[in-house]
T-cell receptor, first 114, second 116 residues
Framework: GAGVSQSPRYKVAKRGQDVALRCDPI?????LFWYQQALGQGPEFLTY????????KSGLPSDRFFAERPEGSVSTLKIQRTQQEDSAVYLC????????????FGPGTRLTVL | GDSVTQMEGPVTLSEEAFLTINCTYT??????LFWYVQYPGEGLQLLLK?????DKGSNKGFEATYRKETTSFHLEKGSVQVSDSAVYFC???????????????FGKGTLLTVNP
């Protein structure tokens, strides 16, 4: 049906809190990506899933960041003990095949850590 | 590593003006090149792409030509409209085998404002 959706669209957290960001990819899309976009910057790759397998997590900034996609559809990006430097827009994208197809992006979740 | 450098913004033009947003890249081999557009409050949308040298991507009046000799992929439009106001991102994706050929690397983005 519709495109990639993300929730919440905005999240304000106090420093030290845990947050969970959700991504619903386009139905049937095999590949799913997370990117982080700091203010005034382009998106930067965080992690890549093919179905439920996390094939690349090289972009995750620290071990406080964790992503999962247990059933190969919806994905959650979790950030533990949030820090101010985690404030950014978190973008999710999906694509049909093995990751080299066109990536379709969601609207993002804007995270502000106070 | 791979990188994309694009023209600093913001860019402000009058309607019907000619647009150029410069983009150059550094990468191994022959990456695929993309322009994405982000309208206010919306997600990134693919505007156009080119996958090999001398290819021209085009969409909605926008064009960009993959120039291997200058490692560039400049975005152009002959006559911009108010509705083209958005942030434009140049990006590349590696195509060499065995590597992370799914990972997009983006430039910082260029804000375009078109006034009536």
């Amino acid at each position: 049906g519709a495109g990639v959706s993300q929730s919440p669209r905005y999240k304000v957290a106090k420093r030290g809190q845990d947050v969970a960001l959700r991504c619903d990819p386009i139905s049937g899309h095999v590949s799913l990506f997370w990117y982080q976009q700091a203010l005034g910057q382009g998106p930067e790759f965080l992690t890549y899933f093919q179905n439920e397998a996390q094939l690349d997590k090289s972009g995750l900034p620290s071990d406080r960041f964790f992503a999962e996609r247990p059933e190969g559809s919806v994905s959650t990006l979790k950030i533990q003990r949030t820090q101010q430097e985690d404030s950014a827009v978190y973008l999710c994208a999906s694509s049909t095949g093995q990751g080299t197809d066109t990536q379709y992006f969601g609207p993002g979740t804007r995270l502000t850590v106070l | 590593g791979d990188s994309v450098t694009q023209m600093e913004g913001p860019v402000t033009l009058s309607e019907e003006a000619f647009l150029t947003i410069n983009c150059t890249y550094t990468a191994t081999g022959y990456p695929s090149l993309f322009w994405y557009v982000q309208y206010p409050g919306e997600g990134l949308q693919l505007l156009l792409k080119a996958t090999k040298a001398d290819d021209k991507g085009s969409n909605k009046g926008f064009e960009a030509t993959y120039r291997k000799e200058t490692t560039s992929f400049h975005l152009e439009k002959g006559s911009v409209q108010v509705s083209d106001s958005a942030v434009y991102f140049c990006a590349l994706r590696p195509t060499h085998s065995g590597g992370s050929n799914y990972k997009l690397t983006f430039g910082k983005g260029t804000l375009l404002t078109v006034n009536p």
